[in-house]
């Protein structure tokens, strides 16, 4: 019976995400601004993981101007909000992280369902 079983291909998402940020992490690092470089890495971990949820709209264009507008509103909090190195540990993250993918996504959905309508009312998007 397993023989008769689809192989799925095997998802790299997760050391995709780690290759891409490890380095903005290190580059922080070597110049000495840690806790910055923490905070940078988690941001953008929870948009890319978000980005990874909603992949099927990679090709519209409006999903990429919506990333780009989250990050924009991550600035702040790469700012204000220092998370030192301390702390990182997985779990202690994920109140910080998982409310973060969310509204990512949430923002993600509103502005896609914005489209939708749209489209239906046959106005140019």
Same mark, same amino acid.
């Given at each position: 019976?397993? #023989?008769? /079983? #689809? ?33 940078? @890495? ?9 980005? /990874?949820? /909603? ?9 990429? #101007?919506?990333?780009? @507008? ?9 700012? @204000?909000? %220092?998370?030192?190195?301390?702390? @990182? ?19 993600? /959905?509103?502005? #896609?369902?914005?489209?939708? %309508?749209?489209? %239906? ?5």
């Amino acid at each position: 019976m397993a #023989e008769n /079983r #689809e192989k799925k291909p095997t998802d790299y998402t997760g050391l995709i995400i780690a290759a891409i940020l490890v380095p903005v992490l290190l580059l922080f690092m070597y110049f000495g601004n840690e806790d910055l470089g923490m905070t940078v @890495f988690i941001g953008l971990g929870a948009v890319m993981v978000a980005i /990874r949820i /909603r992949w099927d709209l990679r090709r519209q264009l409006w999903f990429w #101007e919506t990333i780009g @507008f989250v990050l924009v509103l991550h600035i702040p909090f790469f700012y @204000f909000v %220092r998370i030192p190195p301390a702390w @990182f540990h997985s779990v202690a993250m994920l109140p910080i992280v998982i409310p973060d993918c969310l509204l990512a996504v949430g923002i993600i /959905r509103v502005v #896609e369902k914005f489209h939708e %309508r749209n489209s %239906r009312h046959g106005a140019p998007v």
